[in-house]
């Protein structure tokens, strides 16, 4: 795993992210897709389980859909585009350089969260009930 603590940054969070990354996320986060109102409603506010998520936030060159720092997982939304030869090579590029942070990366698409929005919730449950107890939280 990379230090998380070896990059400058405004919040340890941001894993040393650019003025120019976080402006794009502050822009992503003014306009969201309907999904991710509805799971950013889902997550706000520490409605899962007590823990913070936050919106569209930067780590290093990227962003997150949705990221919890005390567990290290982020929540990727994928729309049509994300099924793209290039895009998805793109994303698994990004997962793994996520992984090397020690961050988990769960993803679900834009359909699941519209049309089954119940399993999509169990499943984050799930996955950060399982996400503490790896980390011994």
Not at 80 to 98: A, C, F, L, V
Request: charged content about 30%; aromatic content about 10%; hydrophobic content about 35%.
């Amino acid at each position: 795993h990379r230090d998380l603590h070896s990059f400058p940054t405004r919040r340890s969070s941001d894993l040393g992210a650019s003025p120019e990354t976080i402006e794009a996320a502050t822009f992503l986060r003014r306009n969201t897709t309907k999904a991710e109102k509805l799971l950013w409603f889902f997550l706000q506010k520490k409605k899962v389980l007590g823990l913070h998520f936050r919106q569209q936030h930067p780590i290093f060159i990227f962003i997150a859909d949705f990221y919890c720092h005390s567990l290290k997982l982020v929540i990727e939304v994928d729309g049509r585009y994300h099924k793209s030869k290039e895009q998805s090579q793109y994303d698994i590029n990004r997962t793994g350089e996520m992984n090397d942070f020690g961050i988990k990366v769960i993803r679900y698409t834009n359909e699941q969260i519209e049309h089954d929005f119940k399993t999509v919730k169990q499943s984050i449950i799930k996955e950060c009930v399982k996400r503490k107890q790896e980390l011994a939280i």
